[in-house]
């Protein structure tokens, strides 16, 4: 069955901190992979995606992942985070066969103290 | 583009009732997806459509649970009978332009949902 799984459920930094996001997935053949941020009271944005090619990543505001297909991961970092990156993050998974359909992990809560 | 518009942001409604929601795609995209969130957890998917035709369904979507997308465009989603397990944040999202491959899907605001 297809699955996401991300380990961290809540996070608390301090600014300037760096950030790790742990994403695995599991799927059967190739798959596309997503980071989406949900902010307080606003919809899901995308963060970053990964279709094919270099599997260092960069997205909006700084952060970055990188898929690793031997470890079926796609980590998210940051490499100091802000109090405005408070918010709720997940990892999504879809495979290229068809259907089109997003598996998200349950989600990591990031708190960032000032 | 004006995103992904759900309607109505809220409702509360008794158990057994039926409720119908609204969701506005960007404008073309082909392709619409429903999906559940409750606390705690991620997005679950629903259901999904290509232009009107309804294309893959869960096994979340009991048979109290209805979707359409009658011109391709806008979509609703019924849910008849409502059950107190039905309270949970409704999200809809579109992808793809004509021509378009495989891209991100865009997300609304979603319809926060409260069985009482």
């Known amino acids: 069955a297809q699955s996401v799984s991300q380990h961290n459920h809540h996070v608390i930094l301090s600014e300037a901190a760096s950030l790790e996001l742990g994403c695995n997935y599991s799927?059967?053949?190739?798959?596309?992979l997503f980071w989406y941020v949900q902010y307080p009271g606003q919809h899901l944005q995308l963060l970053l995606k990964?279709?094919?090619?270099?599997?260092l990543v960069k997205g909006i505001k700084g952060f970055e992942a990188e898929f690793i297909k031997s470890k079926f991961s796609f980590n998210l970092r940051k490499p100091s985070v802000q109090w405005s990156d408070t918010a709720e993050y997940f990892c999504?998974?879809?495979?290229?066969?068809?259907?089109?359909?997003?598996?998200f992990g349950t989600g990591t809560q990031l708190k960032v103290e000032l | 583009d004006t995103g992904v518009s759900q309607n109505p942001r809220h409702k509360i409604t008794k158990r057994g009732q039926n409720v119908t929601f609204r969701c506005d795609p960007i404008?073309?995209?082909?392709?619409l997806y429903w999906y559940r969130q409750t606390l705690g957890q991620g997005p679950e998917f629903l259901t999904y459509?290509?232009?009107?035709?309804?294309?893959?369904k869960s096994r979340l979507l009991s048979d109290r649970f209805s979707a359409e997308r009658p011109k391709g465009s806008f979509s609703t989603l019924e849910i008849q009978r409502t059950e107190q397990g039905d309270s949970a944040m409704y999200l809809c999202?579109?992808?793809?332009?004509?021509?378009?491959?495989?891209?991100?899907?865009?997300f609304g605001q979603g319809t926060r949902l409260t069985v009482v």
């Open positions: 999202a579109s992808s793809s332009r004509p021509g378009q491959m495989n891209t991100e899907a865009f």
């Open positions: 999504a998974a879809r495979g290229t066969g068809g259907g089109n359909k997003l598996t």
């Open positions: 404008s073309e995209h082909n392709r």
């Open positions: 459509f290509q232009n009107e035709a309804q294309l893959e």
């Open positions: 990964y279709f094919s090619g270099d599997p």
């Open positions: 799927y059967g053949g190739t798959v596309n």
